[in-house]
């Protein structure tokens, strides 16, 4: 495994309102923060929120091209990211204990935080179709360019981590600075990746590794 230390290349917040963040996500134009009782956009270029909705956001955020997912409680709500209109819930497969939630292949991928795995779900039923399993806390989860990453925040070391989705290897490791978690993550489709800070309040920006044409 290679590992090497993230470069934190911007932080965002702390935001009023906002005392802990739970999840995060990226719709090409907004960062969703989850924040416990609100889902908040975020302009990542200026910094600013833009707005919020009330609504159960404990955890994990993803978008798959139209809509938000926002793990709440014990479900996985749909979500019209312009309304903030609930359209339909499933159930989350860790029942309360879930963390990270992206979007990939057509399903949804979620973190269960203290049972150290990943589950690919059935976006539809709620169905488990595949579990991952890891030897530390998941926090975020994301997926880019082929390429599985998760946020692992265990005692006072975290990190993000590239791992083979079918074996669950690590392949890489990107070690936060002490004191510094991850408690949400969400590529932006290139060379960043937004991770949400936990008690912090806060959203950072670390740097994906660059890809050789061998190695893409």
């Not at 996500?25 to 889902?39: C, E, H």
């Not at 312009?82 to 029942?95: F, V």
């Not at 949400?184 to 060379?191: I, M, R």
């Amino acid at each position: 495994m290679k590992r090497t230390a993230a470069e934190i290349i911007r932080e965002y917040g702390p935001f009023s309102g906002i005392d802990s963040v739970g999840g995060v996500s990226f719709d090409g134009r907004r960062v969703w923060i989850a924040a416990g009782d609100t889902l908040n956009s975020l302009d990542p270029e200026s910094g600013e929120l833009q707005g919020a909705f009330d609504l159960p956001a404990h955890a994990g955020t993803a978008f798959d091209g139209q809509h938000l997912f926002q793990i709440g409680e014990a479900v996985i709500r749909k979500i019209d990211p312009e309304t903030g209109e609930t359209l339909a819930t499933i159930p989350a497969p860790g029942d309360g204990a879930d963390s990270g939630l992206a979007w990939a292949e057509g399903t949804l991928w979620v973190g269960q935080h203290r049972g150290r795995r990943i589950y690919q779900v059935d976006p539809e039923t709620g169905a488990v179709l595949r579990t991952i399993e890891s030897d530390r806390f998941v926090t975020g989860v994301t997926w880019v360019d082929g390429e599985l990453w998760h946020g692992t925040w265990e005692d006072d070391g975290s990190d993000v981590r590239h791992i083979d989705p079918t074996t669950g290897e690590v392949l890489e490791s990107l070690e936060m600075p002490a004191g510094t978690g991850v408690s949400g993550l969400e590529s932006d489709g290139a060379d960043r990746f937004f991770c949400g800070g936990g008690d912090s309040g806060m959203v950072r920006t670390i740097r994906r590794p660059k890809r050789t044409a061998a190695a893409s």
